[in-house]
């Protein structure tokens, strides 16, 4: 890899496990001291390398601040880029996510905002659930297949989630 | 990005929507997803005595292109052979429907699902 790895650009060693506060306030640090603002008198040069650090340091947030994102790019790291582009077959899991959709259909139809918020910890408690298998597995060789299973997991309960809080954003209307 | 008219016309009025006892002998059930997008499909499959599907069903949570692919999917499979409805392809559902190139992977899912279905179907006779 030619630029640092994401990591890196935090001073952090490759993990899974992050304080996700801590990462958020030494962004807004960094980013602060890449800032055009603070380059207005600086060469072309300088100015060019300050945008192009921002924009690295950006794109390394938004990786390693979500969890599927995070835990793709470990695979990177090791050397398994992981196609999403490819069909899932894993029915005992698809058929919990089938159910879980037909679920919050049934909340919205009955705008259930209780039980929109009950579905919402369940579901919190499955990502956390993820994470720990996955925090567990993602640097060990042998349990390479498991890993990324656990990242295709991830990446349904991370669009169902977007799902429940549109919904949240609706009913609240 | 715009739709097409098909896509539209299935995603608003969905064929063949709907749930099949998936314990029925009779009856062959595909459940896919799409990591990508977080789509999950499923397309069920009766089959009556001479191997002909006489019933599709289909339930998709996923974006337009990946419903109408469904749907198109099970209103294609009714009356044909298992061997027949096999040999669906993604691309001619594509080509139906008119996709973009960055729905092409909604029509792979829809294809796969037909294989699912007709992959457990077989199972359950002992065909495989």
């Keep these: 890899m030619g630029t640092p790895c994401h990591f890196a650009l935090f001073e952090l060693q490759p993990s899974f496990r992050l304080d996700l506060d ?21 060469t072309e040069r300088e100015q060019r390398l300050a945008l192009e650090h921002s924009a690295s340091l950006n794109e390394a947030y938004q990786t390693l601040k979500s969890a599927p994102k995070r835990a793709r790019y470990l695979l990177a790291l090791r050397g398994h880029e992981l196609p999403l582009e490819v069909t899932v077959q894993d029915p005992e899991f ?60 991830m990446q349904f309960l991370d669009k169902l989630s977007y799902e429940v809080r549109q919904l949240e954003e609706r009913l609240d209307d | 990005m715009a739709y097409s008219e098909k896509v539209i ?19 062959g059930t595909g459940m896919v997803g799409a990591p990508a997008c977080g789509d999950v499909m499923r397309l069920q499959i009766k089959v009556n005595d001479q191997g002909v599907i006489e019933d599709a069903k289909f339930k ?25 409805a096999e040999t669906i392809k993604n691309t001619q559902l594509a080509e139906e429907l008119a996709l973009p190139p960055v729905k092409i992977h909604c029509s ?9 279905a007709v992959r457990d179907y077989k199972q359950k006779k002992g065909l495989l």
């Design chain 2, 60 to 84: 998709t949570y996923g974006c337009g292109s990946a419903i109408a692919s469904s749907s198109l999917a099970t209103e294609w499979m009714k009356g044909k052979t298992l061997d027949e």
């Design chain 2, 9 to 27: 016309d299935h995603y608003e009025n969905p064929r063949n929507v709907g749930k099949m006892d998936a314990e029925d002998p009779d009856v």
């Design chain 1, 22 to 42: 801590q990462l958020a306030a030494r962004y807004r640090e960094l980013a602060r001291s890449v800032h055009p603002d603070r380059f207005a008198d600086a």
């Design chain 2, 108 to 116: 792979v899912l829809a294809e796969d699902a037909i294989k699912a």
């Design chain 1, 94 to 153: 698809l058929m919990q996510q089938m159910q879980w959709r037909e679920e919050l259909e049934e909340l919205q139809d009955s705008v259930d905002l209780a039980g929109v918020a009950t579905f919402k910890r369940r579901l919190k408690v499955a990502q956390e659930e993820l994470n720990d298998s996955f925090a567990a597995c993602w640097d060990v060789t042998a349990r390479h297949e498991e890993a990324e299973r656990l990242v295709r997991r």
